[in-house]
């Protein structure tokens, strides 16, 4: 497989071939080897090296949003045959669900339906592995819904809120 990406405003050459379930090649000048394997519908989980990361994903045509549990990185699929130049520039439209990256429990819930949000702005605290991670909103927006509540139990994948 060799695309061409967009990550933030950078664009990047990936070149990768599949063996069972890991993947060797390039992504830029960096030589890649990761191991992937699927949990889910919308759930990865990567290890690079020594490093593993429970990814969820949410897909929109050629965006794709990776939730690290801890940051969120969106990328673009450039298509050569619409002329590779769609861009990331502004912020994503439409619907944007927050899924949880790895099961845990609600510590808190910061945002509240009708509110606006910048991208980044926590929407809540979600306690897993002993550790709070901050769920940070996908994009800018208005929330139409929260999910779940203080305390609730949540699996890897369940919606926990949607931005527009």
């Known amino acids: 497989m060799s695309l061409e990406v967009r990550v933030g405003g950078s664009k990047r050459r ?7 379930n890991r993947y060797l090649g390039r992504v830029g000048e960096r030589q890649v080897e990761a191991e992937v394997v699927e949990r889910g519908p919308a759930s990865l989980l990567i290890r690079l090296g020594d490093r593993t990361f429970d990814i969820t994903c949410d897909t929109r045509g050629s965006r794709h949003f990776l939730d690290f549990g801890t940051q969120q990185v969106a990328i673009e699929i450039l298509d050569p045959l619409r002329g590779g130049e769609a861009s990331l520039d502004g912020e ?73």
Do not use: F, W
């Not at 990936?14 to 069972?20: A, F, Q």
């Open 92 to 164: 994503a439209s439409g619907k944007a669900d927050v899924r949880a990256a790895m099961p845990g429990k609600v510590v808190s819930v910061k945002a509240k339906v009708g509110d606006t949000v910048s991208r980044g702005q926590g929407l809540l605290v979600l306690e897993a592995m002993k550790m709070e991670n901050e769920v940070p909103a996908p994009r800018a927006g208005t929330i139409t819904a929260i999910e779940v509540a203080a305390g609730q139990t949540v699996e890897t994948g369940a919606l926990l809120a949607t931005v527009e």
């Open 14 to 20: 990936v070149e990768l071939r599949r063996e069972g």
